[in-house]
């Protein structure tokens, strides 16, 4: 238990790389699919160049890896140094592996695997819950990714915010969602669908846009009740998630682009499902 409070991070990346696990051998077993998701549940890359291309995946490592030099200042001679004396790291490629490890320890990469694998648990099998990949995480600014194998949708993406001050960020991912609804939604460049009963790799657009909160106290009990297994304290937090989810999809409906509805009135479904499911009488 000591462990866990004070390496919060192995503990979720150990949660995160079992849910990958068992859900890349079920893809193989039931859709011939191999190696679709990461440790980390974010896309295994490697499986999109037939779709993609080769050149056009390049760009876009290109576009990721020069964001995260520009991120991390790793072309920076006084930050290599210390990267060096810290960790033993050479070379940009060494420094930017070791900033990536280290943004997962910090409140808002715990937040981002700890709501993953708070979804991927809750939802169970009816739904598909990832992480994207970096690309359009960076480039279309969402984290995860949920999909409806029941009805085939997408539900929708996601994008995290640890509020850990006056609620400002949260209001301001409320104010991109809006926009984004406006717009249409997102597009994806790494997705996933169910296509003729199939999950396959695909390009997606139109996708609606919500965000996930959650204060600094509430991701504390979050990553205690997976820890610790507490399902008082997952359903608590799962349950908040779920009420601004509702929130959101209600002021979507509103404001949103006349493109977007179809996708808004799959999510109400999938949602209300969601909803049943996390009933307390019922096991999620």
Same mark, same amino acid.
């Given at each position: 238990?000591?462990?866990?409070?004070?390496?919060?991070?192995?503990?979720?990346? %150990?949660?995160?790389?079992?849910?990958?696990?068992?859900k890349n051998e079920e893809f193989r077993n039931k859709y011939g699919l191999e190696g679709l998701l990461k440790k980390d549940v974010t896309p295994d890359l490697d499986g999109y160049k037939e779709l993609l291309g080769e050149e056009k995946m390049r760009e876009d490592a290109d576009f990721v890896r020069e964001l995260e030099v520009e991120f991390s200042s790793a072309d920076n001679?006084?930050?290599?140094?210390?990267? !060096?004396?810290?960790?033993?790291?050479?070379?940009?490629?060494?420094?930017?592996?070791?900033?990536?490890?280290? %943004?997962?320890?910090?409140? #808002?990469?715990?937040?981002?695997?700890?709501?993953?694998?708070? !979804?991927?648990?809750?939802?169970?099998?009816?739904?598909?819950?990832?992480?994207?990949?970096?690309?359009?995480?960076?480039?279309n600014g969402v984290d995860n990714l949920i999909l409806d194998r029941i009805t085939g949708e997408v539900v929708g993406a996601f994008d995290e915010v640890h509020e850990g001050g006056d609620g400002r960020l949260t209001k301001d991912k409320e104010a991109?969602?809006?926009?984004l609804g406006k717009r249409g939604g997102t597009r994806i460049r790494y997705g996933?669908?169910?296509?003729?009963?199939?999950?396959?790799?695909?390009?997606?657009?139109?996708?609606?846009?919500?965000y996930l909160g959650l204060g600094s106290s509430e991701l504390l009990e979050l990553v205690d009740?997976?820890?610790?297994?507490?399902?008082?304290? %997952?359903?608590?937090?799962?349950?908040?998630? !779920?009420?601004s989810l509702k929130s959101q999809h209600a002021l979507l409906?509103?404001?949103?682009?006349?493109?977007? #509805?179809?996708?808004?009135?799959?999510?109400?479904?999938? !949602?209300?499902?969601i909803s049943n499911s996390a009933r307390p009488e019922n096991s999620i």
């Amino acid at each position: 238990m000591g462990e866990r409070k004070k390496n919060p991070a192995e503990m979720l990346r %150990k949660k995160l790389a079992n849910q990958s696990r068992d859900k890349n051998e079920e893809f193989r077993n039931k859709y011939g699919l191999e190696g679709l998701l990461k440790k980390d549940v974010t896309p295994d890359l490697d499986g999109y160049k037939e779709l993609l291309g080769e050149e056009k995946m390049r760009e876009d490592a290109d576009f990721v890896r020069e964001l995260e030099v520009e991120f991390s200042s790793a072309d920076n001679p006084n930050v290599q140094a210390f990267y !060096l004396d810290e960790y033993g790291a050479k070379t940009e490629d060494d420094i930017l592996a070791k900033w990536r490890e280290n %943004k997962l320890n910090e409140k #808002s990469g715990q937040m981002e695997m700890a709501i993953t694998a708070l !979804l991927a648990e809750k939802l169970g099998e009816s739904f598909l819950v990832i992480r994207t990949a970096p690309y359009d995480d960076y480039k279309n600014g969402v984290d995860n990714l949920i999909l409806d194998r029941i009805t085939g949708e997408v539900v929708g993406a996601f994008d995290e915010v640890h509020e850990g001050g006056d609620g400002r960020l949260t209001k301001d991912k409320e104010a991109k969602i809006l926009e984004l609804g406006k717009r249409g939604g997102t597009r994806i460049r790494y997705g996933m669908k169910m296509e003729n009963g199939k999950l396959i790799r695909a390009k997606l657009e139109g996708v609606p846009v919500f965000y996930l909160g959650l204060g600094s106290s509430e991701l504390l009990e979050l990553v205690d009740g997976l820890g610790n297994n507490d399902e008082a304290k %997952k359903n608590k937090i799962f349950n908040k998630l !779920l009420a601004s989810l509702k929130s959101q999809h209600a002021l979507l409906q509103k404001d949103a682009a006349l493109g977007l #509805s179809s996708q808004l009135d799959s999510f109400g479904q999938s !949602l209300a499902r969601i909803s049943n499911s996390a009933r307390p009488e019922n096991s999620i």
